[in-house]
């Protein structure tokens, strides 16, 4: 933020006047860059927004030697409610948290309902057509087993000598 500058009043017969200095930032956007960062600190604090609105959900991805699994929190959601695809490397899960229907006066809300989206690039190549998913406990558990060409392997080191490969 810019420092303030010492200006006097323009009529020339009161310039020795100390009664009209007036204290003026010397940027005049100073004042809006300040109002900038805090609404960019206020919105890092409620999370990073996902295209469906939602703060992004909670993800843990673990490599196995054969495959990865893909762990995401969705508390209160219910199995019909939710849609798994895959497509290439991209694992994609959207669905919606319904709205309880309440009987009396709701005070506070801090829980998520509606809509949400969330999309996740695995780093290797997959098998696709053995994707496994389940969910329990309000967390969803996606198996993603690695295609073969992706999976490491020790290759048996033979000597010079030796014209048969061994695998």
Same mark, same amino acid.
């Given at each position: 933020m810019a420092l303030p500058t010492r200006r006097h009043s323009s009529d020339p017969a009161r310039r020795g006047d100390v009664g009209a200095v007036r204290w003026l930032p010397t940027d005049p956007f100073a004042d809006f860059e300040d109002i900038y960062r805090r609404m960019d600190q206020m919105m890092r604090s409620f999370g990073s927004i996902d295209r469906g609105g939602w703060p992004q959900v909670p993800v843990d991805i673990e490599e196995t030697g054969d495959a990865y699994v893909v762990e995401i929190d969705l508390p209160g959601v219910a199995r019909?409610? !939710? /849609?798994?695809?895959?497509? =290439?490397?991209?694992? /994609?899960?959207?669905?919606? !948290?319904?709205e309880r229907e309440r009987t009396g006066f709701l005070r506070t809300q801090t829980r998520r309902a509606g809509q949400f989206h969330h999309s996740i690039t695995l780093p290797g190549e997959v098998d696709g =057509?053995?994707?496994?998913?389940?969910?329990?406990?309000?967390?969803? /558990? !996606?198996? !993603?087993?690695?295609?073969d060409s992706g999976r490491a392997r020790r290759i048996q080191i033979t000597s010079s000598g030796q014209k048969q490969l061994n695998s």
């Open positions: 019909d409610d !939710v /849609t798994l695809e895959w497509n =290439d490397r991209e694992l /994609t899960v959207h669905g919606e !948290v319904k =057509d053995r994707i496994a998913a389940s969910l329990e406990d309000g967390v969803l /558990t !996606v198996r !993603v087993p690695k295609a």
